[in-house]
């Protein structure tokens, strides 16, 4: 029954949207059936593949190479022979599940997972005594500490029953239990565990709504907020909302995070790149998006929105605010909806960038409701409270009209409500201690010592790379990482062909199997072809930053030796 009930909302979502040239998504009818019935094959070509414009790279990355980028003895296709009568097969199984990948936890991953447990049987099996994983952005599970007022205050949520004890005053901050008192109070039956509202419980949208309007100086409404497990199923939700079919694209910057690609691929759209400039620090010129759009539309593809990540991931760039008018304009002007990935709000390392919303900077450009249709996604995973598995987010949608948010409520109730927990930290997130509160000078010293700490390691992890024979890395200006270029020796390219690997990918296993550091390969995210990555986080607490410059730069050493022309 539930899958027929997703089937049924999912079918009704896609006839409900369409493109046009003022409302990107309003209730007309679907893409004529002539139009789907027709053989498809890569939208895209280019006469130049080595040109930054080529739109045909990121399709094979989304289909090749960069997406397996490692080659292994054993696969676990060699077992398909056991499996043979099974009902599901990699020949009957949906094959959008197939074309997606997600390379933040790919292969090089189930490596090292499988190095960490050698180690664990045999301390001395490999030249390494841990693993070292700079390859996700999971700063608990790396050694950051959980916020002490959020973590309060969750805890007496979750157990009401001590609120009424003596004992708690001494234990808890008088703040928290003042706030877990006001929280229960919103949650019905004043339990966690309880089902909510499918956008969340509105007391807590509304402290959201409360805490968007303070950052940004104009009013938000708590109706356009939908609490969500983490940003990702925000982003998916609205993958779902906008493609019907593969001639339906998404314009996503080259690199990228890989959700995109993803989520395009799972919902049957085409991912239409734009190139980040490398040269001018990662820099979105307009003209790029411009030239793709134009690309795209003569090859028949109906480009839906425009995917703006900021600041960057992976290349942790801040746009600049005049940058991001130009970018508000342009998908105005193109009846574009604007995706923003804003959940690094809160990370930004260098005094001559900060942090404006989308949103801010559309209402200062006098653009309302009836404008631009903008969707911003936040996480409580990022920032300085790094809560990832406590799955909390939102996103807030606005410039839509009544009956597309009933769709999307629609699909936001088939999955009936976010967690709780992760509701509750969304809203401490857009609304902690104040002057004046109890919780108020330990929360700003948690909060300052981790963002100062995370500018010093990425700086030190930022001149480590650019010491390196052939790497040059931007400046981290914010969220949580590196993405430097590396120019391989023309013998180490060779030997990661006969390896049936991407070059990039051949430089991250070898590294792995070295050192115990764990990056990620840039053809996981995308790239200028004929250029090289990998990802590198900056989330290793400091005391472990010294041995992975230290190891980085013996095992570049060796390896640019051993393969130099």
């Known amino acids: 029954m539930r899958r027929f009930v997703a089937d049924k909302t999912r079918n009704l979502v896609r006839r409900a949207s369409t493109c046009s040239p003022t409302c990107p998504v309003s209730p007309r009818p679907h893409h004529p059936p002539s139009l789907l019935s027709q053989p498809t094959s890569p939208p895209f070509s280019s006469s130049s593949p080595s040109h930054p414009s080529s739109i045909t790279s990121p399709l094979r990355f989304l289909t090749a190479a960069a997406l397996h980028p490692l080659s292994f003895p054993a696969s676990p296709n ?131 709504a409360a805490g968007i309007a303070e950052r940004d100086g104009f009013p938000a409404d708590p109706n356009d907020i939908f609490l969500t497990d983490g940003a990702s199923p925000a982003v998916h939700m609205m993958m779902q909302l906008l493609i019907r ?20 691929a799972l919902h049957g759209g085409t991912l239409v790149p734009y190139y980040l400039d490398e040269a001018t ?18 090859n028949g593809v109906c480009v839906r929105a425009l995917v703006v990540i900021n600041p960057g991931n992976p290349t942790g760039q801040v746009l600049a605010e005049d940058n991001q008018r130009e970018i508000v304009e342009f998908c105005k002007n193109e009846g574009l909806v604007l995706l923003a990935d804003e959940v690094y709000q809160e990370n930004i390392y260098v005094p001559d960038k900060q942090f404006h919303s989308f949103k801010k900077v559309s209402r200062s450009m006098g653009y309302g409701e009836k404008n631009i249709s903008l969707v911003s996604f936040q996480s409580v995973s990022k920032g300085y409270y790094g809560e990832c598995g406590k799955r909390g987010g939102y996103m807030e949608v606005t410039g839509f009209s009544p009956e597309i948010r009933e769709q999307i409520y629609k699909v936001a109730s088939v999955n009936l409500c976010s967690n709780i927990s992760g509701q509750i930290l969304a809203s401490l997130v857009m609304n902690p201690p104040k002057v004046g509160d109890e919780s108020y000078e330990s929360y700003t010293g948690e909060k300052d010592g981790i963002l100062s700490s995370l500018a010093k390691r990425a700086k030190t992890l930022e001149d480590a790379l650019n010491s390196l024979e052939g790497v040059t890395c931007n400046r981290a200006e914010g969220a949580m990482y590196l993405f430097p270029r590396i120019d391989l020796p023309h013998k180490a390219i060779k030997s990661a062909e006969a390896a049936k690997t991407a070059p990039d990918a051949f430089y991250a296993r070898r590294l792995l199997d070295a050192t115990g550091v764990v990056v990620v390969p840039g053809s996981g995210f995308g790239q200028v072809p004929g250029t090289w990555h990998f990802r590198c986080t900056i989330l290793p607490q400091e005391d472990k930053i010294p041995a992975i410059v230290s190891r980085l730069t013996e095992f570049h050493k060796k390896f640019m030796d051993e393969f130099r022309d």
């Open 78 to 208: 060699s077992m398909a022979s056991n499996y043979s009568t099974t009902p599901v097969t990699l020949q009957s199984v949906n094959p959008k599940v197939l074309k997606c990948e997600y390379a933040v936890r790919g292969e090089i991953v189930t490596l090292a997972q499988k190095l960490e447990q050698d180690l664990k049987q045999n301390p001395d099996s490999h030249p390494f005594d841990e693993i070292i994983y700079c390859n996700i952005g999971n700063p608990q599970s790396l050694g950051q500490q959980p916020i002490t007022f959020f973590r309060e205050v969750l805890a007496l949520c979750d157990h009401p029953a001590i609120l009424d004890r003596s004992e708690t005053q001494g234990l808890f901050s008088a703040d928290a239990i003042e706030r877990a008192f006001q929280i229960l109070d919103q949650i019905p039956g004043r339990a966690t565990g309880a089902y909510s509202h499918s956008q969340g419980i509105k007391g807590l949208r509304e402290t959201i």
């Open 245 to 264: 079919s593969e001639k339906d694209g998404i314009l996503c910057p080259i690199p990228q995070y890989p959700l995109y690609s993803a989520s395009i």
């Open 281 to 298: 620090g990662w820099g979105l010129e307009i003209s790029e998006l411009k030239k793709q759009l134009e690309t795209a539309k003569s």
